[in-house]
């Protein structure tokens, strides 16, 4: 649950309440990370600025955003009073939602791994300027009603999360790359990937691009969008390339987050993609794209490695003593 609030300076903030239960590993967990979120501080990240840890409430106060989330923008849901976004903007949300995954995967001091990209955790100011949120908090398996556990941790959205997650393999960043992707393609059609009201053809828009893309005929998927003027249907033609590289069905297979920064704001070429969906198209059959990108990509860590950077390990330290230094860590970032 999310409330919004105000401190007494007037600063208006967004209050999660977690509603999980905490046995004394999970409370030294959510210390650990509160400690890492609250050493993070990028343009395009949704900034912690503090935190309740008593016996009856679990809470994070983050700052508050007037616009909302990127999913009331790009459905057109029945009764919705929403702005409707101009390509320019819906394309700049794309490029500084990459940046800010970026910086979770390459830049901070520990690496983050969301697990949990879609537009509902993409939030935006009042000028429109998008910032991820909920990162840091995969381990701790606090997820909403409306999110399904797919391999026992709380991890991803159906829809949105990598094969190998709902195939328990192990993960890594990629499986961010492959949602990311699924966010590109839903930012291209203004729509759910999954519509059964389109008709067979184009109720899982992500196959039906590729199927496009590959028939020579991008320019429909472009179309989708109303977009106008020809510097807007390249970008959106890149668009299209980046989210098919990066929904691929092996990880090795995808971008990093810095390549698809790059190919967004145009600075990288763009390999032709090749079909990400020959799993669901084919029953045999692996994928020919792994090597690609060597050289570009960096190689994705195992799970084992992943875990150890994302936390801090707490067993030395007791749960008081975590609060204290999560609490003069937060200090120190707030007076950046």
Known sequence: MVYKGELPNGLLVAAKVLKVSMNKKVQEAFMAEIGTIG???HVHLVRLYGFCFDANTK?????????GSLEKYLYGDEGSTSTRLE?????????????????????CQQRIVHYDIKPANILLTANYTPKVADFGLARLGERENTHMSLTGGGRGTPGYAAPELWMALPASEKCDVYSF??????????????EPGHGESKEWFPRWAWEKYEQGEIEDVVSCDEIVGE??????????????????FQPSARPTMSSVVRMLEGEMAIVPPVNPFHYVMESSGGSTSSGLWSGTYQSSRDTTARDSELSISPAAKSTGAMIEEVERTLASVLTK
Not at 59 to 67: K, R, W
Not at 87 to 107: D, F, M, N, P, Q
Not at 181 to 194: A, D, K, T
């Open 39 to 41: 050493r993070t501080y």
């Open 59 to 67: 809470a994070l106060v983050y700052e508050f955003l007037e616009n």
């Open 87 to 107: 390509w320019g903007t819906l394309h700049s949300i794309a490029v500084g939602t990459a940046k800010g995954i970026r910086y979770l995967h390459e830049e």
């Open 181 to 194: 992707g699924m966010v590109l393609f839903e930012i291209l059609g203004r729509r759910r990937n999954y």
């Open 231 to 248: 510097a807007d249907r390249e970008k959106a033609e890149m668009m299209c390339k980046v989210a098919l590289w990066c929904v691929q």
